[in-house]
Nanobody
Framework: QVQLVESGGGLVQARGSLRLSCAASGRTFSSYTMGWFRQAPGKERAFVAQISWNGGNTHYADSVKGRFTISRDNAKNTVYLQMNSLKPEDTAVYYC????????????????????WGQGTQVTVSS
């Protein structure tokens, strides 16, 4: 079992930056594929980024490619989302999620494929 806690959200102006963190409990964190999702009001939860268990592979939604970077520090049981060049349309609640360990790289972008979720952190980008 993995428990996830996001932090780092807030209010930022357009073209600004934020770094989200997701701290995980449990000794098996390093075996999980991790993902970031976001949900804007009135919209479905949407995939943002994914990183493999060892950090060697990443995948991004087209809408954030080149602006966001996902990374992880397995020694600290933490996954990060560095968000640069933020736009008002990036405004949403951001969630981190963990996928059952596979130890192979498979792109997984649907929320129901992930097994554990954090409570979310609000990101608001003003124009």
């Amino acid at each position: 079992q993995v428990q996830l806690v996001e932090s780092g959200g807030g209010l930022v102006q357009a073209r600004g930056s934020l770094r989200l963190s997701c701290a995980a409990s449990g000794r098996t964190f390093s075996s999980y594929t991790m993902g970031w999702f976001r949900q804007a009001p009135g919209k479905e939860r949407a995939f943002v980024a994914q990183i493999s268990w060892n950090g060697g592979n990443t995948h991004y939604a087209d809408s954030v490619k080149g602006r966001f970077t996902i990374s992880r520090d397995n020694a600290k049981n933490t996954v990060y989302l560095q968000m640069n060049s933020l736009k008002p349309e990036d405004t949403a609640v951001y969630y981190c999620a963990a996928d059952t360990p596979l130890f192979l790289w498979v792109v997984v972008t649907t929320p129901n494929e992930y097994d554990y979720w954090g409570q979310g952190t609000q990101v608001t980008v003003s124009s």
